[in-house]
Structures are given as structure tokens and as C-alpha cells.
């Protein structure tokens, strides 16, 4: 199935409310499930529909933090998907054409109106304010689990003691050198 192409938020949004199976056109609008692998809308797609299987499951995975080693960011990342969902499923078509209308503004008109503006409207201030503070630290926020992998000083300084290690163990007669293998056994 091709994705269809958007320049702006109201095609978008005009292709949403002419569709006749709205719940169905989150796979179509998903695209390739296997690009955006930290996100699974596979059982909302038209072909989980199409199947009668009563016990078809209807969750989601959303694992934007699956990588991380910041308990508080997994924390904050659950309370904001949990909110998410839970505005996605009680929110009126006025509070969902109200972050329309937003998102179009600053689209078209040059306003702001981000993610963190949408957190605050759903009155998740803390978390905002933990997103925020995340977008200001920039990548070393968002990779944190790089903070951990070696320089390349540290890499080359790692292979050489590796090689000593191992020219030690040759030649001293430990276990799995050459002159311990042909040893008799005492």
C-alpha cells in the first residue's frame, strides 16, 4: 500500500475525515510498519479488520524509550503515553480540532505549537517541563546509552591491552597457551 504524501496538517486531516473506517486508517497512515519500529499500530491496521478473529488483540507498542538506562525518563515516557491514550480515547472532536487548528497555525502562519505545548494542554506540566529540559541537552539526552561507549582512544587502548593479555597468557603457560597444551599432566 503506498503512504500518501502530506505537505501540510489539513490534507492530512481532510484525508482522516474521509475515510470511511477512521480506526482502520491509522495502519494506512502508519506507513511502513518496519520503518518506525519504536511504534506498533499493527492490530488498528485495515488488514487486523478485515479478519474476524474475535480475540484479535487491540494494543499498541510504543517503545520511543526502550533504549534508555534514565529510570526517570522511562517514568516520564510511560505517564505521557498512558495520557496520550487516555486523551486519544475521551477527547471531543472539539478538543481534537482545537490541536488541529494549532498544529495548522503553526504550520502555516509561523506559530509554535510542539509537543511540549501539547503536553502542557494535557496538563502534564512536570513531564513537559522533563522534555524540555531533554530538547535543551540535545543529543546527549536522547542517546544517552552513547555516553557509555568508548572513545576511540579508549577503544585502541582496550585492543591493545587485549593483545598483551594474550601474548602473556602464550607465553607464560597458562591455560589455553601453546606450552600448556603439550604439558604432561602432573
Not at 48 to 65: G, H, K, S, W
Not at 83 to 106: H, I, K, M, N, Q
Not at 120 to 126: E, S
Request: net charge negative; glycine share 6%.
Amino acid at each position: 500500500m503506498e503512504r500518501p504524501t502530506r505537505r501540510d496538517v489539513m490534507s492530512g486531516v481532510r484525508e482522516i475525515l474521509s475515510a470511511d473506517l477512521v480506526s482502520g486508517l491509522v495502519g494506512r497512515l502508519y506507513g511502513d510498519v518496519y520503518k518506525h519500529t519504536a511504534y506498533n499500530f499493527m492490530n488498528y491496521s485495515l488488514e487486523a479488520y478485515r479478519t474476524l478473529v474475535p480475540d484479535n488483540p487491540t494494543t499498541i507498542e510504543l517503545r520511543e524509550a526502550g533504549g534508555t538506562l534514565d529510570p526517570a525518563w522511562i517514568c516520564v515516557w510511560a505517564k505521557i503515553v498512558c495520557r496520550l491514550l487516555e486523551w486519544s480515547r475521551d477527547a471531543c472532536d472539539a478538543d481534537f480540532f482545537r490541536v488541529v487548528r494549532l498544529l495548522a497555525w503553526a504550520q502555516e502562519e509561523g506559530g509554535h505549537y510542539d509537543i511540549v505545548d501539547f503536553l502542557v494542554d494535557l496538563n502534564l506540566l512536570a513531564e513537559a517541563r522533563y522534555c524540555e529540559g531533554r530538547l535543551e541537552r540535545g543529543a546527549e539526552a536522547w542517546f544517552e546509552c552513547l555516553l557509555f561507549a568508548p572513545t576511540n582512544e579508549e577503544r585502541a587502548e582496550n585492543k591493545r591491552r587485549e593483545k598483551e593479555e594474550q601474548t602473556r597468557l602464550r607465553h607464560d603457560g597458562s591455560p589455553g597457551s601453546a606450552s600448556s597444551m603439550y604439558a604432561s599432566p602432573a
